[in-house]
Structures are given as structure tokens and as C-alpha cells.
């Protein structure tokens, strides 16, 4: 690690002793570290538990001014082994949005260098943390048996482990870990990550493993049975090592069981496919497009807006409630509010009240001034 990783590792660890920290054990959908034959090396964490502990914008959590540090641990490394992704905003750093739902991102596209190990971190409120980096962190010459990894920002903590029962893969230079469960720790701790033991609990004298079992089904070879084993497939479900932490499109649409990204921001090397419901609008940018969600149903959801009863989209107040691409494409979500209006500066429009609506707050207004109620010119 630099000295400028380590300096920052040291200040998180002293914050931390000085603020208790909330530690918050999550489900995880993967954990992949890699190191090839060259001695290139790859680290894929995902999870999309949406209880996930995330950093108030703007707060002493927040990474822009706190970063992120990544802890592994292992059977064999019960001490752990640090990652950082240090404090600073710009590019290559920290960004974030306030847009529902509110995200904090980390770039670097230099990576492994002086900064960060890490290429990629985005967490996205309630929904998906998403690390992309180019260090495994422990060694994986030898099988580990068990992984633990600790997301920590500020005096937050987010921890899972991936043991008995969720590794698929644990040899010539590759860990693999699928679908951990929040319930296979107690706590955050070095022990916990580090344990190769399943948690137990007793009933009635009747002791029960917290893992789940599993049981194999033999299907024919499509996109949707779980693995990649067709020449037309990059993906198919959790089997997606292809797409570097990206998702993958489900059956049944333009995207199936192909590497996709559901927003704007770097692929590293994997082609942007967006992963758009069939009812979105592709918006395109000189160099990116984006899907902007009309309808909210099946593996898909609203990124823009609110998802309303009858399974459509639209934005509240103070939200994106349109987006426009170069090239003259452009598409929009309305506004929930029927007094609202969308204000359309390039290349988003926020939905807003407009002079002489009734107002509580600056935000809700065009104009950015709410005086004696209501929305000034």
C-alpha cells in the first residue's frame, strides 16, 4: 500500500475508535478475486441487499471526505488485509448524486497506481454496492476456504462472508463466492470474517446451520439455467465472471444473458449495452447511452422517478424528471405533481414549481427561492 493509502487507513481506524461505528452484516450476490497466469489480478465484490449501510451526502461518512476501505479476510489471514479507496473529489475520485436513489461513485482509471487498487466503487442507496478492483488483496495461490470482506466509510460498516455452502470456486489462482446470506455473521469483526465456521442456533435441542441447502436440477442449455454454456451467452444469471462486476440481462429481454450496465459510467473494456426494460428509451451521449425507465415491472425498476400503482414512472418534486442526449435524442419522465413543471436545463430537467405556487421549501421551487409560501419569480 502507498504512504498515502496507508496515512489514510490509519486516520479511518483512528476516526472509527474515536465514534463508535454501526456495523450492518449484508447478503451478497458475489465475490470474485483472480490472479492469471500473467499475474494480473482482479477483485469483483456485488450485493444487493438493500439494507445496506449507506453514507449521508455531505456527511463524516461521506467517502469524498472520508474514502472507503476494503478489508479481506480469510482462515488463513485472520489479521486481514487492507484496500483503499482514498478521500477526494474529481476524476480519477469520488462523485456523487443527489437524484433518487442518491449514489456516491469512486473512478479511477489508471488503476492499480499510486491512488487506488480500486477501478470502480459505487454505492447506490437501497439498492447495490459494486466494487471493481485491480488487486485480490490475499494471496490465492493456495485455496482460501472462506473469505470475510468490511466496507468501511466513515462510521459506517458493511461486512459479508462468503464460506461453506456459497464457494463455487477455490483453486489455481481463483476464489469464487455466490449469494452469501446477512445471517451467516453475528457481527463485523476479525473473528467473525475470518471463521471458517457456519453460525448455528439451537431450538428445543434441535441445532440448525444458517446456510441454505441447495439441490441440482439438470436443464437444457438456455439462457436462464445459470450458466454460461452457449457460444451466443456472456452471462446467464450469477455465472457472469465475463462482465466484471456488471449485470446481467435476464431472459426474456433485448439484454438476455449479455453483460449490461444500468447507468452511465465506465465499462472497463466490456461493451455498454444498457440493461433497458423493453418500455425505455435509449438515450444517446457522445460516448455513452442510457436507459430512461417509463414503466416499472419485472427485473426492472425506476431509475428515474417514483414507481407509481399502475406500474408506471414519474418524479417528485426536486427530482430528474427528463434527460437529454446529443445527436437530438432525448426523453423524459413527467412530473408526479400535477402543479410541477419540468425545467429543462442540458442535460436534465428537475420537476419544479413554478412563480406563485404554493411552497415549504427552496428546492421546490424554479426559481430556487420559496418566500411567505409560496414560490417567488
Not at 83 to 93: K, S, T, Y
Not at 131 to 145: D, E, I, M
Not at 267 to 280: H, K, M, R, S, Y
Request: charged residues 15%; negative net charge.
Amino acid at each position: 500500500m502507498s504512504r498515502t493509502g496507508l496515512a489514510l487507513l490509519l486516520s479511518i481506524t483512528a476516526g472509527l475508535s474515536a465514534a463508535a461505528a454501526v456495523e450492518q452484516p449484508i447478503a451478497a450476490k458475489k465475490l470474485m478475486l483472480r490472479r492469471s497466469s500473467s499475474g494480473k489480478e482482479k477483485l469483483t465484490f456485488a450485493s444487493k441487499d438493500p439494507s445496506f449501510l449507506f453514507p449521508a451526502l455531505g456527511s463524516a461518512d461521506d467517502p469524498g471526505t472520508a474514502g472507503a476501505v476494503v478489508e479481506l479476510f480469510a482462515p488463513s489471514m485472520p489479521g486481514g488485509v487492507a484496500l483503499a479507496a482514498p478521500a477526494g473529489v474529481g476524476n480519477p475520485g469520488w462523485s456523487s448524486r443527489a437524484s433518487a436513489p442518491p449514489r456516491v461513485q469512486f473512478k479511477n482509471g489508471d488503476a492499480p497506481d499510486a491512488l487506488s487498487s480500486f477501478r470502480a466503487v459505487q454505492l447506490r442507496a437501497g439498492r447495490t454496492i459494486k466494487l471493481n478492483g485491480k488487486q485480490t488483496g490475499l494471496p490465492v495461490a493456495a485455496p482460501l476456504l472462506s473469505v470475510g470482506i468490511r466496507i468501511t466509510t466513515g462510521s459506517l460498516v458493511n461486512c459479508a462472508r462468503f464460506g461453506p455452502g456459497t464457494v463455487t470456486k477455490d483453486a489455481n489462482g481463483t476464489f469464487v463466492g455466490r449469494n452469501s446470506l446477512a445471517s451467516a455473521l453475528i457481527d463485523c469483526s476479525d473473528e467473525s470474517l475470518a471463521s471458517l465456521s457456519t453460525i448455528t442456533t439451537t431450538t428445543d435441542g434441535i441445532t440448525s446451520s444458517s446456510l441454505p441447502t441447495t439441490t441440482s436440477t439438470t436443464l437444457a442449455a438456455t439462457c436462464g439455467d445459470g450458466v454460461v454454456n452457449q457460444s451466443s451467452e456472456q452471462c446467464d444469471g450469477a455465472d457472469d465472471d465475463f462482465c466484471e462486476g456488471l449485470d446481467c440481462g435476464p431472459p426474456g429481454h433485448s439484454t438476455a444473458c449479455q453483460c449490461c450496465i444500468d447507468d452511465i459510467g465506465p465499462t472497463f473494456g466490456v461493451p455498454e449495452i444498457p440493461c433497458c426494460d423493453p418500455l425505455a428509451t435509449e438515450v444517446f451521449f457522445p460516448s455513452v447511452k442510457q436507459c430512461v425507465t417509463t414503466h416499472c415491472g419485472g427485473a426492472f425498476d425506476c431509475d428515474l422517478g417514483s414507481c407509481q400503482s399502475d406500474g408506471s414512472c414519474c418524479a417528485a418534486v426536486g427530482g430528474t424528471c427528463a434527460i437529454a442526449g446529443g445527436g437530438g435524442s432525448s426523453a423524459g419522465v413527467a412530473c408526479c405533481d400535477a402543479a410541477a413543471v419540468c425545467n429543462f436545463p442540458f442535460p436534465s430537467g428537475t420537476c419544479c414549481y413554478p412563480p406563485g405556487v404554493g411552497c415549504t421549501a427552496d428546492f421546490q421551487c424554479c426559481s430556487g427561492s420559496c418566500a411567505a409560501g409560496t414560490c417567488a419569480p
